[in-house]
């Protein structure tokens, strides 16, 4: 018993440590999405991305060294992908990034959108569930 | 006496003249259905129409791809006079190659028979409609669509 608790304990922390939603292997930092307003569609949809160094448990945030871009993109269920209407940002502070006008709206299209986070030439992507 | 005024009336009439502009929404020189200020931009040349009101469309600035975009558009009747259609009006983009829209424009009534839209997204390049309706109790009484290609 002491032996799974012993294993369950070091795994969680493991999992803890290695929480790292969006990885950027180029500054070996990493980030995650969080949504305070929506998603919605045909509407202004609000989030904050977070940035820490990947390994600490903290997730003390930083500001990444290279530039923060971020856009909002549809794939659609046809194989066409574009971009949604354009999003702005702020660094409201270090590592924290606020996004207040992210637009979705489907308008007949069959696909799903993304949120789409790039620092320097690094992307990663967020799918949006509404 | 009236000599001694005519520089007076001079000046009114000087003053008049330059205080005197075109609307804001007429000024354009260009012709009315002109997108001004963007290459490669095909202008439609007709007329728009809904029932028998004539919709002149402006746009306020060069449209661009994924920004929001706006424009102004007055509603005149056959003798020019502004008029409101007595229905309520909707503008809503689509895209007839790919069959899909853009997301909701915002429409605002400036004074009678002048209207602003704002939030026109043009998210990909190609051709579009600007869909001008009437609507009556939800259903489109009358429709003019406006092509514009980016």
Redesign the interface.
């Known amino acids: 018993m002491k032996i799974i608790l012993t294993l369950f304990i070091t795994l969680m922390s493991f999992g803890a440590v290695a929480h790292c939603p969006l990885y950027f292997a180029d500054e070996n930092k990493c980030a995650s999405l969080e949504w305070t307003d929506g998603p919605v569609l045909?509407a202004n949809s609000s989030f904050r991305v977070f940035f820490w160094e990947k390994g600490d448990a903290d997730h003390s945030y930083v500001s990444p060294e290279q530039s923060v871009e971020m856009k909002t993109w549809?794939i659609m269920a046809n194989g066409?992908s574009?971009?949604?209407?354009?999003i702005t940002w702020d660094e409201v502070e270090n590592g924290v990034f606020e996004v207040a006008d992210a637009?979705f709206?489907?308008?007949?299209?069959n696909g799903h959108w993304q949120v789409k986070v790039i620092v320097g030439e690094e992307e990663q992507s967020v799918n949006v569930e509404f | 006496m009236f000599r001694s005024l005519t520089p007076i009336y001079f000046f009114l009439f000087l003053t008049l003249i330059v205080s005197c502009g075109d609307s804001p929404f007429l000024s354009n020189e260009e012709p009315s259905k002109a997108i001004s200020g963007v290459s490669g931009i095909s202008s439609y040349q007709g007329k728009l129409f809904l029932k028998d009101i004539e919709i002149i469309p402006r746009y306020t600035k060069k449209v661009e791809l994924?920004?929001?975009n706006s424009l102004n558009f007055i509603l005149i009747n056959g003798s020019g006079e502004l008029v409101d259609p007595e229905y309520s009006i909707k503008l809503m983009?689509w895209m007839p190659d790919?069959?899909?829209?853009?997301?909701?424009i915002v429409l605002t009534k400036i004074s009678k028979g002048v209207y602003s839209a704002s939030?026109i997204?043009f998210?990909?390049p190609g051709k579009w409609d600007l869909h001008f309706q009437l609507i009556d109790e939800g259903q489109i009484v009358a429709e003019e669509l406006w092509p514009i290609a980016l």
């Open positions: 045909n549809m066409h574009h971009g949604g209407p354009t637009k709206f489907m308008g007949g299209m | 994924y920004d929001s983009l790919h069959g899909h829209g853009s997301y909701p939030e997204y998210t990909m």
